[in-house]
């Protein structure tokens, strides 16, 4: 028999009731592990974090496999049939290959395909460009386009993916003050000559300025306003003229 869930009912109960859904004698408190996980996976997913929260007992759920891994068996049933990769960009936990998959259907457009790869390879850079010492883009780069050509991609459709994964990981960026220095970063980077498809795409240095000059223009002194123009403008002809004016 299938399990119902009243999403929006349960999410409220439980937030609002946490000591009533961890007494033993509660509704809640009497269910079976596998029972709480059939249910926890039926609610929306913005709100996991706050219900792992409600007791040590939900949080070890949160942190096992067997929650993820159900999960993702609901979610994507096709994605527990693929084999393991090679390349750089291993596939890592059950909560991990869930992470990759929710990015690949929600924030990296892939023509309406779910592909887990994208995914892990959108986490992969997310995580190097949130580093404090962020290695040159062009080793991020050129793994990016590694991990596809092991997986078979050919050259062209590597640098497609590479560039869309770049494109999306830059508009998810919070906009504070360590993502302005990491795009400052990015822009001021001198020009590498590699051999396609490891060379840059010109869409995704577009996009850097782009941001820094409508996203964090007021984080600029005036001097270094002026130092990025003229980088944007020995790149781009002609610059936008949203990027002008400070």
Known sequence: MGIIVDQANVCSVI?????LMT??????????????????????TCEWVQISCVSKHWASIFQGECMWQTAIARNWPSAGLRKR?????????ARRRFQ????SQNLVSS????DELVGHTYLYLKEQLERPVVAPSSILHGTIIDQFIACGRTGEKAHELASKIWLAVIDNLEENQQTFLLLKHLSQEGEFFLPFPYSRSY??????????????RDCFSRVDYHDALAGAKSRFQPVPSAWLGH
């Open 15 to 19: 937030i609002a009731n946490p000591p």
């Open 23 to 44: 007494d033993r004698n509660g509704p809640f408190g009497r269910l079976p592990e596998h029972l709480l996980v059939e249910i926890f996976i039926r609610l929306p």
């Open 85 to 93: 990769w090679p390349g750089p960009i291993p596939r890592g936990s």
């Open 100 to 103: 990759a998959l929710y990015v």
């Open 111 to 114: 023509g309406g395909d779910i």
């Open 203 to 216: 869409k995704v240095l577009w996009r850097v300025f782009d941001k820094l000059f409508t996203d964090f």
